[in-house]
Nanobody, 121 residues
Framework: QVQLVESGGGLVQPGGSLRLSCAAS????????IGWFRQAPGKGREGVSC????????YYADSVKGRFTISRDNAKNTVYLQMNSLKPEDTAVYYC??????????????WGQGTQVTVSS
Protein backbone atom coordinates (compact mmCIF):
# COMPACT_ATOMS: atom_id res chain seq x y z
CA GLN A 1 0.00 0.00 0.00
CA VAL A 2 1.46 3.34 -1.08
CA GLN A 3 1.55 5.79 1.78
CA LEU A 4 3.09 9.23 2.32
CA VAL A 5 3.27 10.79 5.77
CA GLU A 6 4.29 14.41 6.28
CA SER A 7 5.71 15.72 9.54
CA GLY A 8 7.64 18.68 10.88
CA GLY A 9 5.03 21.38 10.65
CA GLY A 10 4.30 23.79 13.47
CA LEU A 11 4.23 27.38 14.60
CA VAL A 12 7.28 29.51 13.84
CA GLN A 13 8.04 33.21 13.98
CA PRO A 14 8.71 35.19 10.80
CA GLY A 15 12.31 34.68 9.73
CA GLY A 16 12.45 31.26 11.34
CA SER A 17 13.00 27.83 9.83
CA LEU A 18 11.28 24.48 9.67
CA ARG A 19 12.14 21.19 8.02
CA LEU A 20 9.29 19.13 6.69
CA SER A 21 9.65 15.41 6.11
CA CYS A 22 7.75 13.17 3.74
CA ALA A 23 8.20 9.51 4.66
CA ALA A 24 7.16 6.95 2.08
CA SER A 25 6.09 3.37 2.58
CA UNK A 26 4.91 0.69 0.19
CA UNK A 27 7.28 1.77 -2.56
CA UNK A 28 10.82 3.06 -3.14
CA UNK A 29 11.01 6.84 -3.43
CA UNK A 30 14.12 6.71 -5.59
CA UNK A 31 12.06 5.53 -8.55
CA UNK A 32 9.55 8.37 -8.39
CA UNK A 33 9.31 12.13 -8.42
CA ILE A 34 8.18 13.97 -5.30
CA GLY A 35 6.40 17.27 -5.12
CA TRP A 36 5.61 19.59 -2.22
CA PHE A 37 2.44 21.63 -2.38
CA ARG A 38 0.66 23.97 -0.03
CA GLN A 39 -2.84 25.24 0.42
CA ALA A 40 -3.76 28.29 2.45
CA PRO A 41 -7.32 28.89 3.66
CA GLY A 42 -9.53 30.04 0.82
CA LYS A 43 -6.83 29.48 -1.81
CA GLY A 44 -6.02 26.78 -4.32
CA ARG A 45 -3.26 24.23 -4.02
CA GLU A 46 0.10 25.73 -5.00
CA GLY A 47 3.16 23.83 -6.17
CA VAL A 48 6.12 24.73 -3.98
CA SER A 49 8.95 22.44 -5.05
CA CYS A 50 9.63 19.10 -6.68
CA UNK A 51 12.50 16.72 -7.29
CA UNK A 52 12.87 14.24 -10.10
CA UNK A 53 13.75 10.60 -9.67
CA UNK A 54 16.14 10.13 -12.56
CA UNK A 55 18.63 12.99 -12.26
CA UNK A 56 17.64 14.61 -8.98
CA UNK A 57 16.79 17.89 -10.66
CA UNK A 58 14.91 20.27 -8.40
CA TYR A 59 12.35 22.94 -9.18
CA TYR A 60 10.92 25.76 -7.09
CA ALA A 61 8.08 28.21 -7.23
CA ASP A 62 9.29 31.79 -7.57
CA SER A 63 7.71 32.60 -4.21
CA VAL A 64 10.07 30.25 -2.36
CA LYS A 65 13.18 30.26 -4.55
CA GLY A 66 16.29 30.94 -2.48
CA ARG A 67 14.49 30.18 0.79
CA PHE A 68 13.33 26.56 0.45
CA THR A 69 15.42 23.52 -0.41
CA ILE A 70 14.11 20.09 -1.37
CA SER A 71 16.23 16.99 -0.88
CA ARG A 72 15.84 13.25 -0.71
CA ASP A 73 17.40 10.50 1.39
CA ASN A 74 16.78 7.30 -0.51
CA ALA A 75 18.19 5.18 2.31
CA LYS A 76 15.48 6.53 4.62
CA ASN A 77 12.88 6.62 1.83
CA THR A 78 12.21 10.22 2.83
CA VAL A 79 12.09 13.59 1.11
CA TYR A 80 12.66 16.82 2.99
CA LEU A 81 11.70 20.44 2.50
CA GLN A 82 13.98 22.82 4.37
CA MET A 83 12.20 26.14 4.78
CA ASN A 84 14.21 29.19 5.83
CA SER A 85 13.36 32.86 6.18
CA LEU A 86 9.73 31.99 6.62
CA LYS A 87 7.11 34.65 6.02
CA PRO A 88 3.50 34.90 7.20
CA GLU A 89 2.39 34.24 3.62
CA ASP A 90 4.02 30.80 3.84
CA THR A 91 1.28 29.79 6.27
CA ALA A 92 -0.58 26.82 4.79
CA VAL A 93 -1.13 23.11 4.97
CA TYR A 94 1.82 21.47 3.22
CA TYR A 95 1.40 18.24 1.27
CA CYS A 96 3.83 15.91 -0.40
CA UNK A 97 2.89 13.83 -3.40
CA UNK A 98 4.51 11.25 -5.62
CA UNK A 99 4.28 10.41 -9.29
CA UNK A 100 6.28 9.70 -12.40
CA UNK A 101 7.06 13.25 -13.52
CA UNK A 102 8.49 16.11 -11.44
CA UNK A 103 6.16 19.05 -11.91
CA UNK A 104 4.76 21.93 -9.90
CA UNK A 105 1.30 21.07 -11.22
CA UNK A 106 -0.76 18.81 -8.94
CA UNK A 107 -0.50 15.93 -11.42
CA UNK A 108 0.50 13.31 -8.88
CA UNK A 109 -1.06 9.95 -8.17
CA UNK A 110 -0.57 9.73 -4.43
CA TRP A 111 -0.80 12.36 -1.71
CA GLY A 112 -0.06 12.62 1.97
CA GLN A 113 -2.48 13.95 4.55
CA GLY A 114 -0.70 17.27 5.03
CA THR A 115 1.04 19.11 7.86
CA GLN A 116 0.17 22.59 9.09
CA VAL A 117 2.76 25.36 8.94
CA THR A 118 1.91 28.63 10.67
CA VAL A 119 4.22 31.62 10.49
CA SER A 120 3.22 34.23 13.01
CA SER A 121 4.65 36.43 15.73
Amino acid sequence: QVQLVESGGGLVQPGGSLRLSCAASGFSLDHFAIGWFRQAPGKGREGVSCISSSDGNTYYADSVKGRFTISRDNAKNTVYLQMNSLKPEDTAVYYCATGLIATLRPDYAYWGQGTQVTVSS
